[in-house]
């Protein structure tokens, strides 16, 4: 399940990345990544924060995930079956899995805070370096979403003004180059929600400057044409189903995801 690669890339090792994003791209090779949690040892140490050994209770960790802004659910990915692949209340999940040896990972904010549980030790996972912040751009136009019902994506505007010919000419022209090049340098993200529904949003990662670059080359245009487009910007994104080099999907964490301009 692909919503795994937002620990994997974030958090391991570059030299075992490849080997585990491959492992979770494949479901019948998932087991393998879950037998190795309970001495995993591919997380890269400059992203540990050991816990003291007087806070290594429930409460304790809880109260320290939450001074790093982890919301109230976490996603978790666990040895124990029960767990596995659930979204929980921090504080069960804890109550579960700390202190009982279960090999697990609770994500709390995707690809910047998570705890770990092994058979000997707990810590937490914190990527919050300058030159690698866990915030995510997306462009969108006022009105909603069919599916996410959320703002809709610059994307869909742009098909949907050159389908009702809302744009036409050399600005048609220009729009239609640039969706070409997207297609040819932006991956397809291969799912939008977690079960039937399709309620996944698209963010671009801060890193992703080229890109970000030609979409506002297409807001440009779709404005020209009326078509007014904001950027809003956030470090929750939400529940992570999709993650490529430029990209991520994610369900809100709650109905909608709060802007910060």
């Given at each position: 399940?692909?919503?795994?690669?937002s620990?994997?890339?974030?958090?391991?090792?570059?030299?075992?990345?490849?080997?585990?994003?491959?492992?979770?791209?494949?479901?019948?090779?998932?087991?393998?990544?879950?037998?190795?949690?309970?001495?995993?040892?591919?997380?890269?140490p400059?992203?540990?924060?050991?816990?003291?050994?007087?806070?290594?209770?429930?409460?304790?960790i809880?109260?320290?995930?939450?001074?790093?802004?982890?919301?109230?659910?976490?996603?978790?990915?666990?040895?124990d079956p029960?767990?596995?692949?659930?979204?929980?209340?921090?504080?069960e999940?804890?109550?579960?899995?700390?202190?009982?040896?279960?090999?697990?990972?609770?994500?709390?904010?995707?690809?910047?805070?998570?705890?770990?549980?092994?058979?000997?030790?707990?810590?937490?996972?914190?990527?919050?370096?300058?030159?690698?912040?866990?915030?995510?751009?997306?462009?969108?136009?006022?009105?909603?979403?069919?599916?996410?019902?959320?703002?809709?994506?610059?994307?869909?505007?742009?098909?949907?003004?050159?389908?009702?010919?809302?744009?036409?000419?050399?600005?048609?022209?220009?729009?239609?180059?640039?969706?070409?090049?997207?297609?040819?340098?932006?991956?397809?993200?291969?799912?939008?929600?977690?079960?039937?529904?399709?309620?996944?949003?698209?963010?671009?990662?801060?890193?992703?400057?080229?890109?970000?670059?030609?979409?506002?080359?297409?807001?440009?245009?779709?404005?020209?044409?009326?078509?007014?487009?904001?950027?809003?910007?956030?470090?929750?994104?939400?529940?992570?189903?999709?993650?490529?080099?430029?990209?991520?999907?994610?369900?809100?964490?709650?109905?909608?995801?709060?802007?910060?301009r």
């Amino acid at each position: 399940m692909q919503i795994e690669h937002s620990l994997i890339g974030p958090f391991v090792k570059r030299s075992k990345r490849g080997r585990y994003r491959e492992i979770l791209s494949d479901p019948s090779r998932r087991h393998q990544f879950i037998h190795e949690l309970a001495h995993f040892q591919g997380f890269d140490p400059k992203y540990r924060l050991p816990i003291p050994s007087e806070k290594l209770f429930v409460e304790n960790i809880a109260v320290e995930l939450w001074k790093r802004r982890s919301p109230k659910s976490v996603y978790a990915i666990s040895e124990d079956p029960t767990i596995d692949q659930k979204v929980l209340p921090l504080v069960e999940a804890l109550r579960h899995v700390a202190g009982r040896g279960i090999g697990t990972v609770l994500s709390c904010i995707p690809g910047c805070l998570a705890f770990v549980e092994t058979e000997d030790e707990r810590f937490i996972l914190e990527r919050l370096d300058a030159g690698e912040k866990c915030e995510y751009i997306r462009f969108v136009v006022g009105r909603k979403d069919e599916n996410s019902q959320v703002e809709q994506g610059i994307f869909q505007a742009a098909i949907q003004a050159l389908e009702c010919q809302a744009i036409s000419g050399s600005d048609a022209d220009e729009l239609g180059e640039l969706r070409k090049w997207f297609n040819e340098n932006l991956e397809r993200p291969t799912s939008f929600g977690r079960d039937k529904l399709s309620l996944g949003i698209c963010w671009f990662k801060t890193g992703a400057t080229e890109h970000i670059s030609r979409i506002r080359q297409m807001a440009n245009l779709l404005e020209r044409n009326g078509i007014y487009v904001k950027k809003i910007r956030t470090g929750r994104p939400g529940y992570v189903i999709y993650e490529d080099e430029w990209q991520l999907v994610a369900e809100p964490f709650r109905k909608g995801t709060m802007p910060r301009r």
